[in-house]
């Protein structure tokens, strides 16, 4: 099957940024086959698809997720302290697998609308997760979570940990689900179930994910032992290129050096951040020592919006300001952390990441009706700072066309809404309870 | 005219809040004259509406724009300096009375999409601008420039000064078109220049509008002089409640009790002032001190969507992490600031800005349809953290429906397109000049 896409702007974000502005991509059954000037396209394609001089992108990658909290959207989002005053006592209570599988569906679909086609999870039940990232076609690392209490799916670590591990083995190999340890964070795991992710992600190859350096009250409880959250992972073995460290929001220069040595990557959720008044991560002083980074969307009820290209323009703003210089991360640049830098960070660039032959088709074309988009000098400009996941017109996975005319191919997301809200039922009741502070 | 919007989730912004999660609003001719929850909607409207659970807000206001920038969007937005560079040569180069017209009517139907009902603007050639609010339907408070150097449509400052008594002059009493002086800056006009535009609003009672506290050049230059801008505009008579100061980002304690005592309003541009690395302004503190406020797109290359709703996102996420502080400013209030603040901020409070009886029926419509508004505990949280221009689904003003089902009714915006990259041939020969930086 050799689909072309035809008459679109395309990026392909290889080195030098090499664009068309009136370009061809040729995908020949999974993978880029061809690309050039549209003057240049062939005529023997099964199918053509006339872009329209829409934007063509290579996917976008959420380095950072918690899909199933899609029923926690707009609770409490003002709420100080709200991870113990109602996130862990709610999931305790009423977070099941029926609920993370309706909900990774549904958050699924939003992530594809937006032209996300791979993107890591942590979360509980992740076998759930894979399910409906089998049924969807997204590509998914999804992170088993270990924490030190009493979770949603094991009653304690050593139970988590025995999960995690059952879930490795259950998707080592497969071809759309990566599976890998997530213990939860520096200060909610016990040393030695750290110590233990560690194992399992050298013992299955496979990446590590966990929050590192998000918390104002995880800062203070390393100060108070004369160390940093980073040094801290580093002591017991975990600082090392499978390390996907989440957040990394208060880091001191000496962690982002040990970073940069050791090789950990990190998935920035500069939007979560904020919206959380946490800070604005030095991603700068990162970029500049080499560790790699890319964007994270974290999960619905943190950054409420599941959409890269949202995270692309706080990025823009935040850094802009953070280092007062409007010229720092131009959009070229951040476009690039946004797409082959998230295919970095999961030692996934020679997969995706790029438009470029024999690389996957995973590919995002913007449209530019709307009002918004016009006119445009600047593709990347457009898409940092104006674009928004409803100018998403067609997103590929694989060479699989998973969005089209901004509709889902595979799943009808109004129906999945409505199942989800049936499944909700529970929850709501649950969530009763703390009314007074949501 | 009764036409019944029913089956709304209404957020009427009066004091406490309060709301209807199954409202309606009965609207009479250009005014709101009842509302209340669906089960005691009135039987007899000429024309019944139904939301479908949508969020019926009252109309954003826009305290700062230069809507007729459009076709400078995406041109050199990483460029430092870039007003002295290109911006100011290519006004004076290339920008004439058709393309500020064509411009603002592109830039007015994208802002009524984005459901945006009054806007502030300032520019050249106001009078096209007044012609465009006229022809599509919004209110605009339209701000004649005058600047101490050579302009598109003054060769001087005496000039300007003439052109925007004339201006003012011509729609005094106006029904849609407000107009004022707007002085460019407190730099780039002379004091003589700008103590005649502070007489002009006075003798034509109206508002002022000008950039203060934005460019670190200006804080540089009234530092050298032992002063502030906004010390600086008092000591020439400018600092009243006639004063809606743009920008604001450098501010001292001092000028903020001055602002207080005075009774000047601030059009807050949060997201034109990151991208350029300016700085966040001290919102919270001149919230404290009880000095009005709203915010503003600033023009389409500035802030690059004409979307207050992108503004109340990036508004949130600056100002809590400014302050470290994720309960400062919940979204209710942030809400507020954009619509019955705007109102307040241009003493139109007694005409619109909360859904009331009486006021008139500038009404927004937002649809939940899209995958990132569900679910719905919170609706003013759906809004400043999710929603998007595309999920606007219906405009009134004044009573009159301007955007149905995501469309302009009085307008066709492919066309106006299209008669808009027609009429920008010169501008993009001029802009060739300075293809290098942008």
């Given amino acids: 099957m050799r689909i072309l896409l035809d008459h679109a702007h395309v990026l392909t974000m290889q080195d030098g940024d090499v664009q068309y502005p009136d370009g061809y991509v040729l995908v020949e059954d ?12 062939p005529q023997d394609a099964d199918r053509v698809i006339d872009c329209h001089g829409g934007i063509l992108l290579p996917g976008f990658v959420n380095l950072h997720c918690h899909v199933s909290m899609v029923p926690f959207r707009t609770m409490g989002d003002d709420c100080p302290d ?3 005053r109602f996130l862990f006592p709610l999931e305790r209570d009423a977070v099941g697998p029926e609920l993370v599988y309706l909900s990774a569906l549904y958050g699924i679909g939003e992530m594809l609308l937006s ?5 890591v999870d ?18 998914g690392w999804l992170g088993e979570t270990v924490i030190s209490q009493s979770a949603p799916d094991a009653e304690n670590e050593a139970a988590g940990l025995a999960r995690c591990e059952a879930f490795l083995k259950q998707y080592a190999g497969h071809p759309l689900v990566t599976p890998l340890p997530a213990p939860h964070g520096t200060t909610t795991v016990s040393a030695d179930a750290l110590k233990a992710c560690g194992e399992l992600a050298r013992k299955y190859d496979t990446l590590l994910t966990l929050h590192v350096s998000e918390m104002d009250a ?15 992972l580093d002591s017991l073995g975990l600082a090392d290129n499978r390390l996907l460290a989440a957040h ?23 939007g979560s951040n904020m919206k959380a008044g946490k800070g604005i991560a030095p991603i700068r002083d990162l970029h500049l020592q080499g560790v790699p980074f890319g964007f994270g969307t974290d999960g619905p009820s943190s950054g409420n919006t599941l959409s890269i290209l949202d995270q692309m323009r706080l990025f823009a703003c935040a850094q802009k300001t953070r280092y ?19 295919a970095e960070c999961l030692h996934a660039r020679d997969r995706f990441g790029q438009i470029l032959p024999g690389l996957q088709a995973d590919l995002v074309l913007v449209s530019l009706d709307a009002a918004h988009l016009f006119p445009l000098y600047n593709p990347y400009s457009a898409l940092v700072y104006g674009a928004n996941a409803s ?8 060479g699989e066309i998973l969005v089209q005319d901004h509709r889902l191919t595979r799943m009808d997301l109004p129906s999945i809404r409505e199942k989800l809200r049936g499944a909700m039922g529970p929850f709501l009741q649950a969530a009763e309870k703390y009314r007074d502070i949501i």
Same sequence: chains 1, 2.
């Fill in 30 to 41: 999974d993978r880029i086959h061809a690309l050039g000037p549209s003057s240049d396209a």
């Fill in 82 to 84: 709200r991870l113990n």
């Fill in 115 to 119: 032209g996300i086609t791979a993107f």
């Fill in 122 to 139: 942590m979360y509980y039940f992740e076998e759930e997760v894979a399910r409906a990232v089998c049924e969807t076609g997204i590509r």
């Fill in 218 to 232: 995880e800062i203070r409880h390393f100060e108070g032992m004369g160390t940093t959250p980073v040094q801290y």
């Fill in 248 to 270: 990394c929001i208060h880091l001191t220069q000496e962690d982002i050096r040990l970073m940069a040595q050791k090789g950990v990557r990190t998935a920035h959720c500069v």
């Fill in 324 to 342: 007062h210089d409007r010229s720092l991360f131009p959009a070229s640049q951040i476009l690039r952390f946004a797409t082959r830098g998230g």
């Fill in 391 to 398: 100018d998403v017109s067609l997103v590929m996975v694989g």
